[in-house]
């Protein structure tokens, strides 16, 4: 979008902005601006973080109860069937 302005469109658009907002007005706006950027910024890595521990505790101990089944086709559940696993009691 701004590859497309002349410097001279900047500039008017700039003068715009200093005339509607005041220039005390800009450093604080720019001050929020960044820290709205900080807290965005941050609570992306807490989601990150917490959607990796979340794989990693659900990778690291699979649901015992649940029977493990092979699909045909991913969302094809009607020739889905459930897989013989051997017992690991019985083996030698």
Same mark, same amino acid.
Request: hydrophobic content about 40%; glycine content about 6%; charged content about 25%.
């Given at each position: 979008?701004?590859?497309?302005?002349?410097?001279?469109?900047?500039?008017?658009?700039?003068?715009?902005?200093?005339?509607?907002?005041?220039?005390?007005?800009? +450093? %604080?706006?720019? *001050?929020?601006?960044?820290?709205?950027?900080?807290?965005?910024?941050?609570?992306?890595?807490?989601?990150?973080?917490?959607?990796?521990? *979340?794989?990693?505790?659900?990778?690291?101990?699979?649901?015992? %109860?649940?029977?493990?089944?092979?699909?045909?086709?991913?969302?094809?559940?009607?020739?889905?069937?459930?897989?013989?696993? +051997?017992? *690991?009691?019985?083996?030698?």
């Amino acid at each position: 979008m701004l590859g497309n302005l002349k410097p001279l469109e900047i500039l008017l658009i700039l003068v715009v902005v200093v005339l509607l907002f005041g220039a005390k007005k800009l +450093p %604080d706006m720019a *001050r929020s601006l960044g820290k709205s950027a900080r807290i965005l910024k941050s609570e992306a890595k807490a989601m990150k973080d917490d959607g990796a521990a *979340r794989t990693a505790e659900s990778t690291a101990k699979p649901e015992a %109860d649940a029977p493990r089944t092979i699909q045909a086709a991913p969302g094809d559940t009607a020739s889905a069937r459930p897989v013989q696993e +051997p017992d *690991r009691t019985t083996q030698g």
